[in-house]
């Protein structure tokens, strides 16, 4: 999918969970589920970050432009070294390790852990980061026209402000983990769920997503999971614009409802 429908897809999966939360007894405080619903909306692009063209490859200037040349020859090479017979050869790392329940699992644990250890300069960062994602991902026309410099300006002010008001009390830096010393510690859980919406979605499309890596199934480790062909679309189609990104809306607004215990 394109990074709107990824971004989109996050935010309504965060938005659910608090729902479920609040079904559980588990109450989001509201700035958590906003927080969350951001941070999922930017984590829903990282996984691409393997390919040179994408929105989180062009956010951040040099910087992001480097990292996806590392980690697209990362991909890469642990795909040459792990792949099995049936497995196809290939020249790039595009939709191999960045596009697994590994690697979501690996770096929302890294950032729970950055959060816990780097205190609030690391929450400030990993906020900053993902607010300039969300305002790719979900304002996608408007950060078109503008430059990268007002976008990273907007992203780190929602990062000062939105980190500001978790860190009163009773707004969520504690939501979930009380114990002292693991403030923050939920914050890669939207990063987890936005990598594996992302790769949910990328199964949709024709190509198929290698989710299980590094399980085998039949001559395969990278295997790419997705429905049956009949029903797979191509990136950027009338089905992703016209059908899947209003559902994405309509399922966000009624996970946020019933969130905030409205319905």
Known sequence: MMGPAHSLSGAAAWLGVGAAAAAAGHEMPWPVLVVGALIC??????????????????????????LCEVIDK????????TRKAGDARRSGGHRTLTHTWVWAVLIGAGASALAVVGGRWAVLGILFVHMVLAVEGLLWRAARVSSDVLVWLLGATSAWILAEILN??????????????QEYLWLGLPIVLGALVHDIGDALTVSGCPILWPIPI???RWYPIGPPEAMRFRAGSWVELKVLMPVFMMLGG?????????I
């Open 41 to 66: 909306a930017g984590a829903a692009l990282a996984p691409d970050l393997d390919h040179k063209a994408a929105t989180i490859s062009r956010a951040f200037g040099p910087v992001s432009r480097v």
């Open 74 to 81: 990362l991909s890469y090479a642990v795909y040459k070294s």
């Open 168 to 181: 009163k009390p009773g707004n969520g830096a504690d939501w979930l983990f009380t114990a002292p010393g």
């Open 218 to 220: 039949g001559r395969k």
């Open 254 to 262: 009624l996970g946020g409802l019933g969130a905030l215990g409205i």
